[in-house]
């Protein structure tokens, strides 16, 4: 493998071209016209244009990616999360051009990429799945039947669905009928699949989720697990590992859970399965995501693996450099995802220009970065400028460190969420290990980050007044 072309932007493009460039193979680029400045495009040995701004004209195009990978010779195309990187006809299309797909085979992209069909194929394996229904439910009188069987609230979800897309929580069996059909409307405009099912609504959960690797040789791990619990809309913000509620039996058992998820099948390469802790430690599968996840890093950093370069070794056909026993958990690592977003207005986007941005260095800190000082933020993608990562000996050292980094992250013209991650990273539920998905909505409001900001200032003002007064006395020191 000696040229990989990523099909991606952002700061994912660049991560994976790092290792790439590690490992001596040449990276190709595609772009957008919306992203001809962008860092990804200047840190390629090659780029090449294939579209305008909005992804379905560049991004999502499969069969012009491969074209220009054909072009340029590329022995292997890289997809990133998002975009295509789960689409099982692009992996199919690319494998049938004798290019090499970095991801598992298509098949499986096809079974996990439906919540239904994932939980089909894992029955065999003795996996503890959420109570609910099996099949798609089309019928009323008979998804109330079941509802009843499982006991409200319960949760309808899409089949099709990402992203915390196409979720909708029915307390009693009046409400079920009417969300039931706008839960199918849903999914049909967005996922193109009106399937939904039924499962019981895990009252307050974690979510911990499992990454695994498998290689073509029959050999899969798992490198432990990340928790992430802190998210807002069902979808993740900040990310830990290893989690504060994990004993070691219960990570073994999760962990041979994953790889038998993995096994279920046929699993090739980076792969996530996701589950569902309860208040009593119960675990049930989720789904499982087929692809290198945002959250990646605090694995990397508590397990010394470079995930890209696994992923690159066993695409390129190698055995699994490492087994089981060779993994061990060595200290902490936090994430939190840096948005161009305004934590005081709803999380609304906040489009303009970076004119500054500076990014925190230190030993312990990571940034996964995809911008510079001067860009603007295309309206078209994934507001995500970054992803701030930490490590420390301990939890309580990892958060002091982010702490300092979140300070030290100087960002101007547009609003971010480094102030709605210090607001978490210093509060107390976050801080004793003791919360759950609801962390968000029982813990943070935009008057209470206010409140806390306006009481920063204060206190810096008393700091600042302090200084003075002391460097007045030290002033005046030689006439006394
Ligand atoms: P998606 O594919 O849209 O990300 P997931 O099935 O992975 O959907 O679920 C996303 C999040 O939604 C979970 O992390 C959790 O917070 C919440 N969730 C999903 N299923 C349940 C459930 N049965 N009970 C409670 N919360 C759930």
């Given at each position: 493998m000696k040229k990989i072309l990523v099909a991606n932007r952002g700061e994912i493009a660049i991560r994976v071209m790092r290792t790439a460039k590690r490992m001596g193979i040449k990276t190709v680029a595609v772009y957008s016209t919306a992203d001809r400045n962008a860092l990804h495009v200047k840190y390629a040995d090659e780029a090449v244009l294939i579209g305008e701004a909005p992804s379905n004209q560049s991004y999502l195009l499969g069969d012009k990616i491969i074209e220009v990978a054909k072009r340029l010779n590329v022995d292997a195309i890289h997809p990133g999360y998002g975009f295509l990187s789960e689409n099982a006809n692009f992996a199919e299309l690319v494998e049938a051009n004798n290019i090499?797909?970095?991801?598992?085979?298509?098949?499986?992209?096809?079974?996990?990429?439906?919540?239904?069909?994932?939980?089909?194929?894992?029955?065999?394996?003795?996996?503890?799945?959420v109570p609910g229904t099996d099949n798609a439910i089309t019928d009323v009188t008979k998804a109330k039947d079941r509802a009843q069987d499982i006991g409200f609230p319960i949760l309808i979800k899409a089949s099709a669905g990402g992203g915390g897309k196409g979720m909708r929580v029915v307390e009693k069996v009046n409400e079920l009928e009417s969300q039931m059909q706008r839960a199918i409307s849903e999914a049909t405009s967005a996922f193109g699949d009106g399937s939904v099912f039924i499962e019981k609504y895990i009252s307050s959960p974690r979510h911990i989720e499992i990454q695994v690797m498998a290689d073509a040789h029959g050999n899969v791990i798992h490198l432990f697990e990340r928790e992430c619990s802190i998210q807002r809309r069902h979808q993740k913000i900040i990310e830990e590992a290893p989690s504060t509620v994990l004993t070691p039996q219960l990570r073994q058992e999760m962990g041979e859970a994953a790889i038998n998820v993995a096994k279920s099948c046929d699993y090739l390469g980076a792969g996530t399965v996701e589950f569902l802790l309860d208040d009593d430690h119960k675990f049930?599968?989720?789904?499982?995501?087929?692809?290198?996840?945002?959250?990646?890093?605090?694995?990397?950093?508590?397990?010394?693996?470079?995930?890209?370069?696994?992923?690159?070794?066993?695409?390129?056909?190698?055995?699994?450099p490492i087994t089981q026993n060779d993994l061990k958990i060595k200290g902490h690592a936090l994430e939190l995802r840096v948005y161009a977003e305004d934590p005081t207005n709803n999380f609304l986007p906040s489009v303009g220009t970076l004119d500054m941005y500076k990014l925190p260095i230190g030993k312990g800190i990571r940034v996964d970065n995809g911008f510079e000082e001067g860009m603007g933020i295309p309206i078209y993608?994934?507001?995500?400028?970054?992803?701030?990562?930490?490590?420390?000996?301990?939890?309580?050292?990892?958060?002091?460190?982010?702490?300092k980094a979140i300070n030290d992250y100087k960002i101007e013209g547009i609003q971010t969420t480094l102030a709605f991650g210090r607001f978490v990273f210093e509060h107390e539920g976050f801080r004793s290990g003791h919360f759950d998905t609801h962390f968000v909505k029982n813990h943070y409001s935009p008057e209470a980050l206010?409140?806390?900001?306006?009481?920063e200032v204060k206190i810096a003002a008393l700091i600042a007044v302090k200084q003075y007064i002391e460097d007045q006395k030290l002033l005046k020191l030689p006439n006394q």
């Open positions: 090499t797909f970095i991801g598992p085979r298509s098949a499986a992209i096809k079974i996990m990429g439906s919540k239904l069909a994932a939980k089909e194929a894992v029955k065999a394996y003795n996996i503890p799945m049930y599968f989720l789904e499982m995501n087929t692809r290198l996840q945002v959250e990646h890093p605090v694995t990397e950093l508590i397990t010394g693996m470079d995930l890209v370069e696994l992923q690159i070794r066993v695409a390129r056909g190698e055995t699994l993608y994934d507001p995500m400028l970054s992803k701030l990562i930490t490590y420390g000996k301990t939890r309580d050292e990892a958060i002091e460190l982010m702490l206010k409140e806390k900001q306006k009481e």
